[in-house]
């Protein structure tokens, strides 16, 4: 039977107040069953009406968005005062489509349906802000095609949220890549040695926002999931060619070609699903992944090789239940060129801090390099302020002032500041598609070859 709620969230004053006479654009949260569509709006923006729809199936996954944003509203400092209006049915896709209560759709859940979703949501006409990843496998990459025609046809905007981009390290590293007095030019690498390398390890267990994170079973259903590539993969190829080909055009058929690509499994005890969803038994739709010692096993490790233009390069991603003490998910990249290579380390000698090196190939003296290489971090901090350099070893690192080191949940506001400013300016730079269009392709062809019988 439908049922109807119209829920008015906790609301807290805050400094600045925002009314819906001041606000053009009005959210709607489409099927919330991830936590960042709560973290979208962990912080209020002053051209977003504070009222949110929120459309979904009856069920624990928008009781527990509906509590995070609860959380945000009631919290001491700085609360947020979102009002969250909500209906919850088996029409709840067709209502949002009749009643158009917004004109921008987050949509952050199940990525089995996440495709369907933003499909229908362009078709009638709205703007779509949609979590990573947007397509798991090669059957759904045709329709995410379409989906970007079908944008450009409504004149509506379609975006993926990248928070990676606004880590301070990624971007540091991207300045670096295009300083060519340091970084000479990109090499092309080998499928032995590729040019562009990157692991990241990932937990299932953790806090967000201050509290212990309640998985959804499906969660752990890489059929709704999606696998390591398709899914935390997505960011990782993200970052290759946003740091790598910076504001180049990019086309999936000539500029791309996937070579090989594998998956595996993280063996999860009936314990561990327990204390990470709640529930004392496996759902019927994981009996197929439990092993006969009584294990999950869950496909989110995986790996792919591809080149870009040529140029090749390897990407990790894998998953463990939790963090030893002290440390947390962490991430290692190296991008190769002909005067230096550009590393990122996260290990036990950085405090599981994450830290960024220069390594000297250039043939010069180590005065030499040190002079060219503070000349050019001097120009990063014309924008960066504070960002410095200092000898570590045998190579050296950048100096990065803790005011950067935002965390992960403040990146999601940033990307939304950015989509809102592409939604005011009614456009997106013209890459930004077909680099989505190739990033996608490369993530659900390595699906394709990581399930190809050998």
């Known amino acids: 039977m439908k049922t109807a709620l119209a829920l008015t969230a906790a609301i807290a004053l805050c400094?600045?107040?925002?009314?819906?006479?001041?606000?053009?654009?009005?959210?709607?949260?489409?099927?919330?069953?991830?936590?960042?569509?709560?973290?979208?709006?962990?912080?209020m923006y002053p051209q977003v009406d504070p009222v949110v729809h929120v459309y979904a199936p009856e069920g624990p996954d928008v009781g527990l968005h509906l509590k995070r944003i609860e959380g945000f509203n009631t919290r001491a400092e700085n609360p947020t005062h979102w009002q969250e209006k909500v209906y919850t049915g088996p029409d709840f896709l067709e209502r949002m489509i009749k009643e158009r209560a917004g004109n921008v759709v987050v949509i952050s859940g199940n990525n089995r349906k996440k495709t369907d979703y933003i499909y229908k949501s362009l078709d009638a006409g709205f703007n779509v802000f949609a979590d990573k990843p947007m397509a798991i496998t090669p059957q759904a990459f045709p329709l995410l095609r379409k989906a970007f025609d079908l944008a450009a046809q409504k004149k509506v905007l379609l975006r993926d949220i990248m928070t990676e981009r606004y880590e301070i390290t990624a971007i540091l590293l991207r300045e670096l890549v295009n300083a060519p007095t340091v970084f000479g030019a990109l090499e092309k690498g080998t499928p032995q040695q590729p040019a562009v390398e990157m692991e990241s390890v990932h937990y299932f267990f953790k806090e967000v926002a201050g509290k212990p994170l309640t998985r959804p079973p499906w969660f752990y259903d890489t059929r709704q999931q999606g696998e390591a590539i398709p899914d935390v993969g997505t960011h990782l190829v993200d970052l290759v060619q946003w740091q790598c080909f910076p504001e180049q055009t990019l086309d999936w058929k000539k500029d791309i070609k996937v070579l090989a690509a594998k998956r595996w499994p993280t063996k999860m005890t009936p314990e561990q699903f327990k204390r990470s969803t709640g529930l004392d038994v496996y759902p019927d739709y994981l009996k197929n992944d439990v092993g006969p010692d009584g294990a999950l096993n869950v496909f989110q490790n995986g790996d792919v090789l591809w080149t870009i233009k040529g140029v090749h390069a390897k990407v990790a991603a894998l998953w463990g239940f939790q963090a030893p003490p002290g440390t947390g998910d962490t991430h290692y990249q190296i991008v190769r060129g002909s005067k230096a290579n550009i590393v990122i380390r996260q290990g036990k000698e950085q405090n599981y801090k994450v830290a960024l090196y220069v390594e000297n190939k250039s043939g010069a003296s180590a005065?030499?390099?040190?002079?060219?290489?503070?000349?050019?971090?001097?120009?990063?901090?014309?924008?960066?302020?504070?960002?410095?350099?200092?000898?570590?070893?045998?190579?050296?690192?950048?100096?990065?002032?803790?005011?950067?080191?935002v965390g992960h949940e403040a990146h999601f506001a940033q990307v939304a500041e950015k989509y809102l400013k592409y939604l005011a300016e009614g456009k997106m730079p013209a890459w930004e598609v077909p680099n989505m269009t190739a990033k996608y392709f490369v993530t659900t062809e390595a699906f394709r070859l990581s399930h190809a019988k050998k």
């Open 367 to 405: 005065d030499e390099f040190d002079k060219t290489l503070h000349a050019a971090v001097e120009q990063i901090a014309i924008k960066w302020t504070g960002v410095d350099v200092k000898k570590a070893g045998e190579c050296w690192q950048i100096v990065v002032p803790e005011k950067y080191h």
């Open 15 to 43: 400094s600045m107040t925002t009314t819906a006479a001041e606000s053009e654009l009005r959210w709607i949260t489409l099927d919330p069953g991830h936590f960042h569509a709560a973290l979208v709006q962990k912080f």
